[in-house]
């Protein structure tokens, strides 16, 4: 689902170093491809939060080292879930998207 973003991570990630939250600009923890938004957890919350519509949004965690694309997905408030075939471990050839 989050495939085809990576080339904007880059754009994002110029300005300070790293990926920010669109909304408060606070370090990004995840992508949402439905907003097409970064956002970090707490205006997560607040956006997907808001209506059930929004509650149905799959959003891409971003790896917490170098903010790429993982394969770990939030569905909802706060749950969370891995991809099949995938183990949860950081090496880029095994949770990152390419």
Do not use: W
């Amino acid at each position: 689902m989050c495939r085809g973003v990576e080339e904007e991570v880059i754009s994002v990630k110029a300005s300070k170093g790293f990926v920010c939250c669109e909304l408060c600009s606070s370090r990004a923890s995840l992508y949402c491809l439905a907003d097409d938004a970064y956002l970090c957890r707490k205006c997560d919350q607040s956006v997907h939060g808001a209506n059930c519509l929004a509650l149905r949004h799959v959003r891409c965690l971003l790896c917490k080292t170098c903010q790429n694309l993982t394969q770990r997905y939030v569905i909802g408030i706060s749950v969370e879930l891995l991809l099949r075939g995938t183990r949860p471990s950081h090496p880029p050839t095994e949770t990152h998207v390419r």
